[in-house]
């Protein structure tokens, strides 16, 4: 089997060899077109020979013959007879008629052979030997010229060169166009083995021939698929790192800013500590100095007392020798008598003080540093720090079970660490009684968990160090988010272009707003890709505008002011037909809804007006049960499953229709009532108590109700054999609910969610 492409395409296969005839016909054909071609060429040779030389150079230049032409002169530099014979004229002018003279001489024997060929007896064509008569001619003509240039032209070997060098160019630029062509050939599949895109011709013929391959639209659409999820991944590690990120920077705050104040405070103190060493310094100097005075002074008031006494004993000493010397006796001793009572006899007896009025050495002072070690105490002993502030509650900082708190200290006091204090909000008088909490972090921050979902918490924080706890701060309320929440998927409604979800809280207190998110599934990939958000939902239930014949995942989150709660669990939609429920609210109390929650049965029906409870909402003559209200615009189409023997009733009725009446007895119901006769099945289309002469042959097994509300009109098949039963041409003047109702014991089953058969157009 070959590629598709090789059929009906120039480059395709020669498959199928042609017959003799055609192959010498074609080689005739060739060589006349070949000899045009090279008349045309020097023809236009001779129109442009001017400049041939200086194309001639160009070309060998670009492909190198000049630098082998001096390369091969250099070799032959010892042999000038071998390069003069190599690159002589008359040679090259000899060769060129040799070579002009060979090839008129091919192409004459490729005219000859097929003249010979074709008198040998080929098949052929009149035309066929008129044109190999013309191309003979042509031939004789082109040898001619041939011929003729080769002898007046003596470099024409230099043009043959040139033309041939061209020809061999156009030649190597045509198979490189060709190999980008090949290359540039749009790959249509992808080699799941190789991991690479290829061409179909590839997997048939080429190396992936073993390999597998998908196609290559949907191999983009799995790398896109892989390529989101591992930017899923990522997009978590970012937010996680981010997370870790914004923690670290916060720890190095925290210690900055502890640095900082435990800096600060060592150099307060120390430098007080420096200038009471100073002060009692000049003290202690001071009272030295003192001491110095004193003792100097003393021994000065000494010493100049013993400078008068040792006058005093000179003069005594020089009265004295002059006594000694006297020689007249009677004069001596009246002088000693006199010396010895006068002031001298009273120096003598006084005694001399020899003792030292000061000693030298000095007082040991004892330096009292007591204060100074008060001072050094003092730098350990810590005022309480100030009282915090906490921030308010910050976004999406709050999920279903836990908070993240933060507050901040303007001061500079130091802090060992804080203590976090909460307790629920309560609105009842005796909140005070409440359970406080009470954690000890160091950081400026904490997340508290194991907490209530959508509740309000109260927080206030104190600081800590060692001389004690700061104020408490001002108290800051934050909320939790809140629970996810439940969908009621036995109550969604929805047609081919819209649908109505509807949810339960699972929270006490209210929320602020709801987030529907639609997931659209293809066959291809079934993961939860959002594609639509509604946001800003007020009530527990929307209406979607949906695609038609498509299923979608729909979840719900909550939203309040700590942020929004976790995905509720998806229900799927499908959007192929109108789906509604059975309101067990109107349900008759002899009326039973089994657990698909689309069958109805009746067992009895002795005393329909019976003592069983009844809501306010609840049929209590017609054993009678209400759908929900098909709320969309459109057509609306669902079927009934009866049972032949059955009475009953089918049909659509306004949300005030009296509920102590028959359906179809009144002008805000209409339904087909179904009973039997002794003669035969009787089927009657009743509104307002009225019903057109129908009669109708095959009873229907399965009917199909159809509503269109923009025409006006409730429609009744057979939908066994496709066949229209009745119409109802009625303006509805509010949205409708599906009826139903049972008059014997039986059964009906309800079947929704139909895309409308092509047949009920009618």
């Not at 590629?3 to 395409?9: A, N, V």
């Not at 024409?156 to 062509?181: C, G, K, P, R, T």
């Not at 009953?648 to 002008?667: D, K, Q, S």
Request: proline share 5%.
């Amino acid at each position: 089997f070959y590629h598709m492409d090789l059929y009906g395409s120039k480059e395709r296969f020669d498959i199928f060899p042609e017959e003799l005839s055609g192959r010498g016909d074609r080689s005739l054909g060739d060589t006349r077109r070949e000899s045009a071609l090279t008349s045309e060429k020097v023809q236009h040779s001779q129109e442009v020979g001017y400049d041939l030389e200086k194309e001639v150079a160009e070309l060998a230049k670009m492909y190198g013959l000049d630098e082998d032409r001096e390369k091969e002169l250099e070799l032959l530099r010892g042999h000038p007879e071998m390069a003069e014979s190599r690159w002589s004229p008359a040679r090259t002018e000899k060769g060129s008629q040799d070579s002009i003279y060979n090839t008129s001489k091919s192409s004459s024997s490729v005219k000859d052979q097929s003249q010979s060929t074709k008198h040998q007896g080929l098949p052929g064509e009149a035309s066929q030997d008129e044109d190999q008569s013309k191309a003979r001619a042509d031939d004789e003509v082109e040898s001619n010229i041939w011929s003729r240039e080769g002898l007046s032209s003596g470099g024409m070997s230099d043009e043959w060169n040139s033309q041939a060098i061209s020809e061999e160019v156009e030649e190597v630029e045509e198979e490189e166009e060709d190999e980008e062509d090949e290359e540039g050939e749009m790959a249509d599949v992808f080699c799941s083995t190789c991991k690479i895109p290829i061409r179909a011709f590839d997997k048939l013929f080429g190396e992936h021939k073993d390999h597998k391959v998908t196609q290559l639209p949907s191999a983009v659409e799995s790398e896109k698929g892989e390529i989101h999820k591992n930017m899923c991944k990522l997009e978590k590690q970012i937010a996680q790192m981010e997370n870790i990120a914004s923690h670290l920077e916060e720890i190095f705050i925290t210690v900055e800013e502890n640095f900082g104040r435990q800096e600060q405070n060592f150099e307060v103190h120390y430098n007080d500590a420096v200038q009471v060493l100073a002060q009692k310094y000049e003290e202690q100097l001071d009272a030295l100095g003192e001491e110095k005075r004193q003792k100097l002074e003393a021994l000065y008031e000494q010493l100049v007392s013993c400078g008068k006494h040792l006058d005093i004993c000179k003069e005594l000493t020089d009265k004295t020798h002059e006594l000694f010397l006297e020689n007249d006796k009677a004069e001596f001793m009246k002088v000693k008598s006199f010396n010895c009572q006068g002031p001298s006899k009273c120096f003598l007896l006084h005694a001399m003080d020899l003792e030292l009025s000061t000693l030298p050495d000095f007082e040991e002072r004892v330096i009292d540093f007591s204060e100074v070690e008060q001072l050094m105490n003092t730098i350990n002993t810590i005022s309480a720090p100030c009282a915090p502030m906490i921030n308010p509650q910050a976004p999406n900082a709050a999920t279903g079970t836990s908070l993240r708190v933060c507050w901040g200290l303007f001061s500079d006091d130091t802090v060992e660490c804080y203590q976090l204090c909460y307790k629920p909000v309560s609105n009842e008088r005796h909140s005070d009684e409440q359970a406080e909490h009470i954690l000890k972090v160091k950081e400026t921050y904490c997340t508290i968990t194991n907490l209530l979902p959508n509740t309000q918490y109260e927080f206030w924080v104190s600081a800590l160090n060692a001389s004690g706890i700061s104020p408490p701060s001002e108290r800051a309320v934050y909320v939790t988010a809140p629970s996810p929440p439940t969908i009621n998927s036995k109550k969604i409604r929805s047609c081919e272009n819209a649908a109505l979800v509807c949810w339960e809280s699972r929270d006490i207190n209210p929320v602020d707003s709801y987030v529907v998110e639609l997931s659209k599934l293809t066959d291809e990939e079934n993961d939860d890709l959002i594609t639509e958000s509604i946001v800003g939902i007020p009530n527990c239930e929307v209406l979607i505008h949906l695609q038609p014949t498509q299923r979608y995942h729909v979840c719900v989150r909550a939203q309040n002011q700590g942020g929004s709660s976790e995905r509720s669990e998806p229900v799927l939609i499908h959007t192929t037909g109108t789906c509604f429920y059975l309101n067990e609210d109107t349900a008759h109390p002899l009326l039973a809804i089994l657990d698909d929650g689309f069958t109805i049965s009746c067992d009895e029906l002795e005393n329909p007006e019976c003592d069983l409870p009844v809501y306010d909402n609840s049929f209590t003559r017609c054993i009678a049960i209400l759908g929900s209200l098909i709320a969309f615009p459109g057509k609306h189409y669902w079927e009934v499953e009866v049972e032949e023997h059955t009475e009953y009733r089918a049909g659509v009725a306004f949300e005030n229709t009296p509920r102590h009446g028959h359906l179809g007895a009144n002008n805000s119901s209409w339904c087909m009532r179904h009973i039997i006769t002794p003669s035969r099945h009787k089927y009657e289309f009743l509104h307002s108590g009225m019903t057109p002469d129908i009669r109708i042959t095959v009873p229907p097994r399965r009917i199909g109700i159809l509503l269109d509300y923009e025409n006006c009109r409730l429609s009744f098949f057979n939908a066994d054999i496709a066949q229209h039963l009745y119409t109802f041409d009625s303006r509805f003047q509010q949205y409708v609910h599906p009826c139903f109702a049972l008059e014997t014991p039986g059964i009906l089953q309800i079947h929704t969610g139909i895309a409308i058969p092509p047949w009920t157009a009618l």
